[in-house]
């Protein structure tokens, strides 16, 4: 018998002695003397009965333990183990009835539910295994899309941890040298440390009360200049889980290399300072000429062909300046700048909303009820 069994047979065997013991001392003290006598003759006679019939007693009480503990104990703590084996290693693990008979009900009761169990966990296993199939070629497709796209797309989760981007985000964000330091981008790392935290947190809370307000226009806009010299113009939209909740799931960044457009926005100033100050004495000469013509008009034949003249070069000096500014400027006229469309309100909303926060200023607001929609950079 088990360390156990023992200990409920030593039990067992005190609780029997006591007992006997208390039935025996209750039986003499009702006995008279006369009748004590005749039982001190009886056990003189024989001693060894009444030992022999508690070893006896004893011996079965020791062959019950023995058989409940090996019959029912012992197998039930067997299968209970075997449970565990099921619902941990195992779900296809089976209990045997036959080598335990005696709980044979249970056995088959723990069988039935294992099988269940099993079924259950194979469905669930392949419901995870196709949702997994599912995302996996979203994934697989959303990567191919943006792997072609010129501008470079970045997809962060709501802390902004980045989740998926293609190799023209990776070119824009690192540059074309070496990646060093914090100035490369990978999965699991955050936006806030390729990109300026400034500029996105500014761009989210404008999200943000957009999405208060219930406008379905959800980007912003904003340009961050790189260590390398280079400026990107970034879209920024949330990806949001349903129309109803409007919950933001994410963000996805979309990143354009518009240092070249800063350039020709410097180029068209030129263009500009060009035509207003260097066309400026031709059209001052042409001008007087005319003026002089009109107010003469008693002018002699050459002296008026003089004037024309004049105002024929001046003429086709301007011309020719203006077709080399539109031959030098003609791909920068077509460019635009690097801003975002923005209603004058939202503007005046995001000035309210940062200079109260301030608490320096004490200021009321008044737009106009007509919508004026500017181009700007809002940051």
């Not at 003499?28 to 009886?42: A, F, G, N, T």
């Not at 949702?131 to 792997?147: D, F, K, V």
Request: charged letters at 25%; proline letters at 3%.
């Amino acid at each position: 018998m088990r360390a156990n069994a023992w200990v409920w047979f030593l039990a067992a065997a005190a609780l029997e002695a006591a007992i006997l013991v208390a039935a025996a001392m209750a039986l003499w003290s009702q006995l008279l003397p006369d009748e004590r006598v005749v039982l001190e003759m009886i056990w003189a006679r024989q001693p060894g009965l009444p030992i022999l019939a508690g070893v006896a007693l004893l011996l079965l009480l020791g062959a019950g333990v023995h058989l409940i503990f090996k019959w029912y104990i012992d197998p039930v703590r067997s299968v209970a183990e075997d449970v565990r084996l099921i619902a941990i290693g195992n779900s296809a693990h089976r209990l045997d009835a036959k080598a335990r008979p005696a709980v044979q009900d249970l056995i088959a009761g723990i069988n039935l539910l294992a099988e269940q169990y099993q079924s259950t966990q194979q469905d669930v296993l392949a419901q995870i295994a196709k949702a997994n199939a599912a995302i996996e070629e979203e994934r697989n497709t959303l990567a191919a899309l943006i792997s072609h796209l010129t501008q470079g797309v970045l997809v962060c989760n709501p802390e902004g941890r980045i989740l998926l981007y293609n190799q023209r985000a990776r070119a824009l964000v690192e540059g074309s040298g070496q990646a060093v330091g914090s100035n490369w981008i990978g999965l699991g790392r955050s936006v806030y440390s390729v990109m300026d935290k400034k500029r996105i947190t500014h761009a989210l809370l404008n999200i943000e009360q957009t999405l208060r307000q219930g406008e379905t226009r959800l980007m912003t806009a904003f340009v961050t200049s790189r260590p390398d010299g280079k400026l990107l113009n970034v879209h920024l939209m949330p990806v949001l889980d349903n129309d109803v909740d409007r919950n933001i799931r994410g963000y996805v960044f979309i990143l354009e290399d518009i240092t070249r457009r800063i350039g020709v926005e410097n180029r068209r100033s030129t263009l500009l300072r060009s035509l207003t100050e260097g066309q400026r004495s031709a059209i001052a000469g042409i001008r007087a000429a005319i003026e002089t013509i009109l107010s003469y008009p008693e002018m002699d034949t050459a002296r008026r062909h003089e004037f024309l003249e004049v105002i024929q070069g001046e003429a086709l000096k301007v011309s020719d300046d203006l077709d080399r500014l539109q031959l030098e400027y003609s791909q920068d006229i077509k460019d635009h700048g690097p801003f975002e469309d923005m209603l004058g309100t939202d503007l005046l909303a995001a000035l309210e909303r940062q200079l109260a926060d301030g608490g320096e200023y004490d200021l009321e607001i008044s737009a106009p009820v007509e919508p004026l929609w500017i181009r700007l950079d809002s940051y």
